[in-house]
Structures are given as C-alpha cells and as structure tokens.
C-alpha cells in the first residue's frame, strides 16, 4: 500500500510538472514529510533527483513538438545560474522569513494577474536582443496549427532570471515558477512555449543541486528510486496531454498551484 501511494503521487507530480514547468518537487516534497514522514533532507535530495527525471521525460517530447525555445532557454539560464550562485553566498547573511512572506504575497498577486488575462497575447514585435540572436519562433497549437510568435523585454527577462535564481537559493525552492512566470508576463512567450522551455531548464538546474545532495549522502535510493519512475511515467503522461489541452486551461491549474504555494510561503513567513 505504501508503495502504490508514493508511485501515485510521484506519477501525479510528474504529470503537473511536465504540464507546468515547474518539476515535480512542488508536490512531492510536501507528500513525502507529511504523508510519509521523511527526514526534510530526504525529501528535498529525492525531489531534485524527480526535478531531472521530470526534465529528461519532458523535455524530449517537448523537443519533438516543437514547443521548447531553446535559444530563450540557453540565455535565461546564464541569469538563473548566476542568480542561484549569488543566493547561495548571500545564504548565510540574511533572514528568510520576512523573504517568504514578501515573496509569497508577491506570487499571490501574480496570481491573479495571470487569472485575469484572457488568450495568449502574442507579441507584435521582437526587442532588438530577440532580433541579433534569432529569438523568435513558432509553436503548434491544439488544432496543429503553427502559430508565430515573438519575444519582448529580454533584458528585462534576463534580469527576471537573475532574482528567480537568488530565491531560489535563499528560501530553498525550485525556480520552474519564476521562470514561467517570466517568460509568460515579461517577454510575453505562450503558455506551453513558457512551461516546456521551463522545463528543459529545470534538469539543468537541478542536475547540479542534485550532484551536492548526492555527495552529502542525502539521496536515498529507496525514496528516490520509486518517486523517479513515477515520474517518469508522469512526466511522458504530461508532455502527452499538453498538446491537447488548450492554453487556458494549462493557465488556470497553473494559477490554482501559485495560489497554493503563495499561501504556503506567506504561512511559512509568519511562522
């Protein structure tokens, strides 16, 4: 019984972070010290190992279909990784609680900016950066229609990455909603484009993390084993789905899952 629930929560984890682009941690980190009681470092090694499990079963299917930019993924990780190193150093120095509840109210209302826009919204016009280095692309739709599109305020998105990284290292959680949120609101990429280019970049990211946790002796392969099929299979399942399942609707489960976190860390920071 204990196994059947964890593949099932790893299976479901997978399919929404493949879905979103946002790795399957959100879900099963939470699972597996509530539900299970394991130890938080168990917990937090098994979901970077499913974070890569969920990239590289997405990401493939993603590459195929068209929908991952992966001009936009090289660039943005420059900012992201250069983000997590400068939160990693500035760890030590400040307090994170007054950062969760800022940060979590900050999620929150991006919340319902994202709830209120209705459609795509797609760019009319590149930022000359999007211009010098081949940017722009095109991605199918539902229907398989190739619809084009073009990236806005790539500095601006550059610089979006940086802070997502900082986060990222400072309160300890995954960055696949800081970079959806980015591509999605600043540099006005689609939906799906912004989730499956959030989800190549995730692997990168947490590949490296993943590497220290393992060297730490903190991934356990009893936990991380049964979570990463699960994934695995969830993951495929999501990058299945995604080019059936329109837009806005991929945008309401994604605010559904913000406004959950947000709520989350506004807790966590008055705790």
């Not at 490296?208 to 990463?228: K, N, T």
């Amino acid at each position: 019984m204990y196994e059947f629930i964890l593949l099932f929560c790893s299976v479901a984890a997978g399919f929404l972070g493949s879905l979103l682009g946002l790795g399957g941690g959100i879900i099963i980190v939470p699972t597996l010290t509530l539900l299970f009681h394991v130890n938080i470092r168990y917990a937090i090694a098994a979901s970077l190992i499913s974070i890569v499990a969920t990239s590289s079963g997405a990401a493939a299917s993603y590459l195929k279909d068209n929908l991952t930019n992966l001009r936009v993924a090289v660039l943005l990780e420059i900012g992201t990784v250069t983000g997590a190193i400068t939160g990693f150093l500035l760890a030590r120095k400040i307090q994170s609680q007054a950062l969760f509840l800022l940060f979590g109210v900050f999620l929150f209302f991006s919340s319902l900016m994202m709830l209120r826009k209705r459609g795509e919204n797609l760019s009319a016009k590149n930022h000359p950066w999007s211009e010098k280095l081949k940017l722009a692309s095109s991605y199918p739709n539902e229907k398989g229609e190739h619809l084009f599109y073009k990236v806005e305020n790539v500095p601006f998105g550059l610089a979006a990455m940086y802070v997502a990284g900082v986060l990222s290292a400072l309160l300890g959680i995954g960055s696949g909603i800081f970079k959806v949120l980015a591509m999605d609101n600043a540099m006005k990429l689609p939906m799906k484009v912004s989730s499956a280019t959030s989800n190549f970049m995730i692997g990168v990211t947490a590949a490296a993390s993943a590497g220290a946790f393992l060297l730490r002796g903190d991934v356990r392969p009893e936990i991380a084993a049964p979570v990463s099929v699960g994934i695995i299979i969830g993951s495929w399942l999501g990058a299945r789905f995604m080019m059936k399942i329109p837009s806005s609707v991929i945008r309401k489960i994604f605010v559904a899952i913000l406004t959950i976190v947000s709520i989350q860390m506004i807790l966590r920071g008055l705790s």
